[in-house]
């Protein structure tokens, strides 16, 4: 499978730089001419040919990046890119340009871990140059801080750029719709922070209705609630159609290395197609298969010999050669240590650090694993050998945040049981679930008798109020078993689409919550919007009687009218059955996990007591 042709050429094109030049200075020729219009002269600097040259080499710079496959330097991202594609109205729909999207709408793009949000921003920023109609400004939400205000910092990045730039030019860009900004991964701004920054997002939309904001982030962040953006989703790489072939030949070294990965990919033991649905695995596949031509069975093992690939990726190109290290450490106490800093970068809910800061975290790490060490060496050759950290300037950051995941799920697993069970315990409260999410799927493949001894087991039976003698063959659905389980679920109807969130506000099964979301958006398409939009609010039995004949409030928008509202009252209501078939549907799934996870905890435990006589290795004689 190869690219398109249309694809190619517009490639091609963006990798023009005289054209982005020409485009770049038409843009600035226009905010200039604006701003005198306006009478404002602080502007004029703009015009220096020297200032359009740094611009155009900083915005050029927003397409290298560094990739797990290219880890030592810098690659032009249109060397590798595949076009990404989101799912619109059911339609999944590749997006070449912006007019791609069918509206001018500010938007939220969600995508899972691996599929390549950031790099589909940096790649529409480079085309927006191309265009030369506004000016696109790519932000890293994390770099805001703390106390600072998001217009004061999308000023710096201009001035960094080569803007000079305060408030008032921003609030001026943003007036005349000459200013279109990509904010990049918002479910990495910590939870605390989180509501400002939505805050200041909408403040500056509803001042500016000609600026437009696009916006990265992860599922569950809480952005896609916002009555400010659009909700459109990455789509996953088609299975089917084999689009992970096209994806190998755009980042395979040589035809020959993507050949060997396609029939690689052919002879597994195991459908490993399936797993192949976002850009990040199959780079992670092409890159080990490259290594060592071994093919990973589960997800965990896609990243479970990365970083011994990493470390000692040099050392076979010379007999007897062994790269020199700093630290004077060996392979398993640098992989503890770089696992133990993960961990705990993770619980500070951070992905970039000072170089001073996170030499302290190292520290730390050496401590919690036993360790007699250096940390400024040990630091040295993680970020020299591995490049697992990357450093520029005084910032360090992790090359993935999946691989920041993964080590730090490693270092949970290899605790004392004790440990893993508190912690697990602990996970599966209120906010802490969506912190370490992407880290409970890695253990839960792990140590799957531990996370589904001491949380999904637990999970599930305290939602369906179970005693310990109570037996989930036993259960029957039910709606009132239903609305106990769902009952404190918001729904989000918005562009005919609807989409399921978990109140905060108390307690609520993690594993039906996620459960209950999918069945939502699976059943979308079968849900009729005039149920789901009445004039009247339905009403229950309980607490919300008391809004019995009030009228809904709905907000227009561009895109239609949305509105979020309690599924408790939906599920109490006879005019929803869909949505109460959604919901016994999750249940039916819910009931058939909580049985095999606790069959998966019978059958180990039945066989440990043959694993205990290993303590005894006193030999028995017969007779």
């Known amino acids: 499978m190869s690219l398109t042709a249309g694809t190619a050429i517009a490639l091609a094109k963006l990798g023009s730089s005289e054209a982005a030049k020409k485009a770049l200075a038409n843009v600035i020729e226009k905010v200039v001419t604006l701003a005198t219009e306006k009478g404002l002269k602080w502007i004029q600097d703009w015009k220096n040919q020297n200032s359009l040259e740094l611009v155009h080499k900083r915005l050029r710079g927003i397409r290298s990046v560094k990739t797990v496959w290219q880890i030592e330097k810098h690659v032009d991202l249109l060397k590798f890119y595949y076009p990404s594609k989101v799912i619109i109205n059911d339609q999944r729909r590749t997006i070449r340009d912006l007019a791609d999207f069918g509206c001018d709408d500010s938007l939220v793009v969600q995508g899972t871990v ?64 000459k200013l279109i900004l990509f904010l990049d991964a918002f479910d990495e701004v910590k939870d605390d922070q989180r509501p400002e920054l939505l805050a200041q997002m909408e403040q500056l939309l509803t001042r500016s209705e000609k600026l437009r904001i696009l916006v990265s982030s992860r599922p569950d962040s809480g952005i896609a609630a916002s009555p400010k953006f659009r909700v459109v989703n990455l789509s996953p790489l088609d299975v089917g159609t084999r689009e992970y072939e096209a994806v190998i030949q755009r980042i395979a070294p040589s035809q020959d290395i993507a050949l060997q990965v396609v029939q690689g990919i052919n002879k597994a033991s195991f459908d490993l197609r399936q797993l192949l649905t976002t850009p990040l695995m199959v780079t992670l596949l092409v890159f080990r298969y490259q290594a060592d031509q071994s093919i990973p069975e589960q997800v965990v093992d896609f990243y479970s010999r990365l970083f011994d690939l990493l470390l000692n990726r040099h050392d076979g190109s010379k007999p007897g050669y062994r790269r020199p290290r700093t630290s004077k450490a060996g392979d398993k106490a640098l992989e503890d240590i770089f696992s133990g800093i993960c961990f705990l970068t993770r619980r500070k809910q951070q992905g970039s650090f000072s170089k001073r800061d996170l030499v302290k975290i190292t520290q730390e790490a050496i401590t919690a694993t036993g360790q007699l060490l250096d940390a400024e060496h040990v630091f040295h050759d993680l970020v020299h050998i591995t490049c697992l950290i990357l450093v520029e300037g005084d910032e360090c950051r992790f090359l993935h945040k999946s691989v920041q995941e993964y080590h730090a799920a490693l270092f949970i697993r290899e605790q004392p049981d004790e440990s893993i069970k508190s912690f697990l315990q602990t996970a599966m409260r209120g906010s802490n679930w969506n912190v370490w999410l992407t880290e409970l799927r890695f253990l839960e493949e792990m140590i799957p008798y531990t996370f589904f001894k001491w949380l999904a087991i637990p999970d599930i039976r305290e939602a369906f109020g179970m005693g310990p003698a109570d037996q989930a063959t036993d259960l029957v659905p039910s709606k009132e078993l239903a609305i106990r389980v769902f009952g404190n679920f918001e729904i989000l109807v918005e562009d005919m689409r609807v989409y399921a969130y978990r109140s905060s506000d108390r307690w609520c099964s993690q594993y039906a919550s996620l459960l209950f979301a999918n069945e939502i958006s699976a059943r979308a398409s079968d849900l009729p919007m005039n149920e789901l939009l009445p004039s009247k609010r339905p009403v229950d039995s309980g607490a919300n009687a008391s809004a019995q004949g009030k009228t809904r409030r709905l907000h227009a928008r561009q895109m239609g009218s949305s509105d979020s509202f309690r599924l408790k009252a939906l599920l109490l209501h006879p005019a929803f059955p869909h949505l109460v078939t959604v919901a016994m549907n999750a249940l039916d799934t819910l009931r058939a996990r909580l049985i095999e996870y606790e069959s998966h905890v019978d059958r180990v435990e039945r066989q440990q007591p043959m694993f205990s006589l290993l303590n005894d290795a006193t030999p028995v004689k017969s007779g």
């Open 114 to 177: 691996g599929q390549g949000k950031s790099i589909f921003f940096r790649y529409l920023v480079s085309k927006e140059v191309y265009n030369g109609q506004v000016i696109p400004l790519f932000v890293e939400l994390r770099r805001v801080a703390a106390g600072s205000t998001l217009v004061d910092h999308i000023a710096s990045e201009l001035t960094t750029l080569g803007l000079p730039s305060t408030s008032e030019t921003v609030a001026f860009l943003a007036e005349h719709g």
